[in-house]
């Protein structure tokens, strides 16, 4: 069975310091891997897409690092902010060819950044 | 605006009583989803649906119903609501090609309360 395990549950930091979230997937064949932020009582929103193909890609702040041959993902949060504290949750894609719709999530990491 | 629209977003019922929580999107996706999200246990998926007239279970489909008779409604149904049934439900929509499920658009959420 496909799983998407995320590390640590949750973690807490100081405003302004770095910090970096893990994602482990079993998922195969992979297509890819989404990284969602979820701010508490909203619906989660897409920070960024990883493919095969890709191994690092930014989006202000954060950047998203895939390793296809380990299955092995982390989302690294730089001069972190009070806004940053959200859930962080780890979609991964089958290449399914049936007729499911080939999504598997983790249950996410909560993140709290302290002033 | 493209938006998910969920409703109602807070809701207070007793057991037994049949209640519908509306999903509407208006980016003409192919693919729509429920979820129910718990402490500790993240998003876990109720029912999908790649398209109008196709429904599929998701991993918790027990006590819930859908249909889906238009493209931009996707309606969940609690036919007889239970205590265990008390959770926060996320919709969520996206384009389908092929066997490729996009980027996740969610809604606010429904709290939904079974006394």
């Known amino acids: 069975k496909n799983q998407v395990e995320q590390s640590p549950q949750s973690l807490i930091i100081l405003e302004g310091k770095n910090c970096t979230l893990q994602c482990n997937y079993t998922v195969s064949p992979f297509s890819n891997l989404r990284w969602y932020k979820q701010d508490t009582g909203r619906g989660p929103v897409s920070l960024t897409i990883m493919t095969f193909s890709e191994n690092t890609k930014s989006n202000g702040r954060y950047t998203a690092t895939l390793d296809a041959d380990t299955k092995q993902s982390s989302l690294h949060i730089t001069a972190s902010q009070l806004s940053d504290s959200a859930s962080y949750i780890c979609?991964?894609?089958?290449?399914?060819?049936?007729?499911?719709?080939?999504?598997?999530f983790g249950k996410g990491t909560h993140l709290i950044i302290q002033p | 605006e493209a938006q998910v629209t969920q409703n109602p977003r807070y809701l207070i019922t007793v057991t037994g009583k049949k209640l519908t929580v509306t999903c509407s999107q208006n980016?003409?996706?192919?693919?729509m989803s429920w979820y129910r999200q718990d402490p500790g246990l993240g998003l876990r998926q109720i029912y999908y649906s790649m398209n109008v007239e196709v429904t599929d279970k998701g991993d918790v489909p027990e006590g819930y119903k859908v249909s889906r008779k238009e493209k931009r409604n996707f309606p969940l149904i609690l036919e007889s609501p239970s205590p265990n049934q008390t959770s926060l439900y996320f919709c969520?929509?996206?384009?389908?090609?092929?066997?490729?499920?996009?980027?996740?658009?969610f809604g606010e959420g429904s709290r939904l309360t079974v006394l």
């Open positions: 969520a929509s996206s384009f389908r090609r092929g066997r490729f499920t996009g980027e996740l658009f």
């Open positions: 980016m003409n996706h192919e693919y």
């Open positions: 979609v991964v894609m089958e290449d399914s060819g049936g007729g499911a719709d080939g999504l598997t």
